[in-house]
């Protein structure tokens, strides 16, 4: 037999007054709290604006952030006996395949996404089913104006003679480095399950190794190397410092890394969570996220991307067409092996 939760409120909000009075009734409107895994500084600041659209319309509803890419969340979120201590997560697409293959995010409740069909197919597909794409970050080529006077179109573009020596890239613990070894492989013929000619070809660049994306953005500024594969994001941030920094969008094609926010299997809310996943797939959100400082890229059809990020982000339909993606689900299981063959390769 299913109850009414009206109904049941009802009967025991009216058994309260009739019993002990206001109490038990302003007990049964008590607030909720969703906690939220988010980013780190600035890149939260569109997550935050969701979080208050969703409290204006629930008075009684808090949304906590708590900005961190730490495994220790991830550690918390398995450990947890009963509910989780928080209800959903933001993942780039490897910990995302780790996070459905370790049962701690749910599939998602396609019913309750009114957005959902807004979605780009190819990017929803890559979701296997669980949360939703909530945005993407490019890997392009970004490169020091005042080292570089004829920069590269093309990913082939970066094993021209005049930059040997003068590229770098970021070790293979970070997705950054393990999609240059994949566009490497892929540049010259190979692919995800076969790297070994990615390897050879960024040996033959005489490449300068860093040890994170940040890292290697400083070395951009700091004239050690000429141009790297970087994130648009940290690129643009350069950019807006007046460095002499800017990005190209690489043909046939940047490569998107895609990041999925999902909930968390053991969420006492998920009902609320589907609202929090629709507002992330809504064109308000989608367009605020594109903007400077985020830079984020639009996963759904229909958003005008702002005139300061186009530099960035793709902005047409041909633009989103000719992104290129990773076949992470060939990566990830051998992830430990490259980070440990960079190490051996690329002296620190």
């Not at 007990?27 to 604006?49: N, T």
């Not at 968390?264 to 998920?270: E, G, L």
């Amino acid at each position: 037999m299913q109850f009414s939760r009206r109904k049941v409120v009802q009967s025991l909000a009216g058994a309260a007054v009739g019993s002990f009075g206001a109490p038990m009734l302003v007990r049964a409107q008590e607030a909720r709290e969703l906690v939220m895994i988010s980013y780190p500084g600035r890149l939260s600041e569109p997550h935050r604006w969701l979080a208050d659209q969703m409290e204006a319309r629930h008075p009684n509803l808090k949304i906590r952030l708590v900005p961190s890419d730490s495994q220790d969340v991830v550690a918390q979120i398995k450990a947890a006996q009963g509910f989780s201590p928080y209800d959903a997560i933001p993942n780039d697409e490897p910990p995302h395949l780790i996070g459905i293959s370790e049962a701690y995010i749910m599939r998602r409740n396609a019913a309750a996404l009114k957005n959902l069909d807004s979605v780009y197919p190819e990017l929803l597909r890559k979701s296997q089913g669980f949360g939703v794409p909530a945005t993407y970050s490019l890997v392009g080529i970004a490169y020091n104006t005042t080292m570089v006077k004829s920069p590269p179109q093309t990913w082939a573009d970066l094993w021209r003679p005049e930059f040997k020596g003068k590229v770098g890239i970021a070790r293979t613990s970070s997705n950054l480095g393990l999609a240059t070894l994949a566009i490497a492989a892929k540049t010259h013929g190979g692919s995800e399950s076969d790297l070994d000619i990615g390897w050879d070809r960024l040996k033959a660049l005489d490449a300068k190794a860093a040890r994170s994306p940040a890292s290697l953005t400083q070395m951009l500024e700091r004239e050690e190397i000429a141009l790297a594969p970087l994130w648009n994001n940290n690129t643009a941030a350069a950019a807006g410092k007046g460095l002499p920094i800017a990005f190209i969008k690489p043909k046939p094609g940047p490569i998107a890394i895609i990041s999925f926010f999902s909930a968390i299997a053991k969420t006492r809310h998920p009902a609320l969570v589907d609202e929090w996943l629709d507002g992330i797939l809504s064109t308000a959100y989608q367009t605020r996220a594109a903007a400077a400082p985020y830079f984020f890229g639009p996963t759904v059809r229909g958003v005008n991307v702002p005139a300061e990020a186009r530099a960035y982000t793709p902005s047409t339909p041909e633009e989103v067409l000719a992104l290129q993606t990773i076949d992470w689900t060939r990566i990830v299981p051998v992830r430990g092996q490259l980070v440990e063959r960079f190490d051996r390769t690329f002296a620190m």
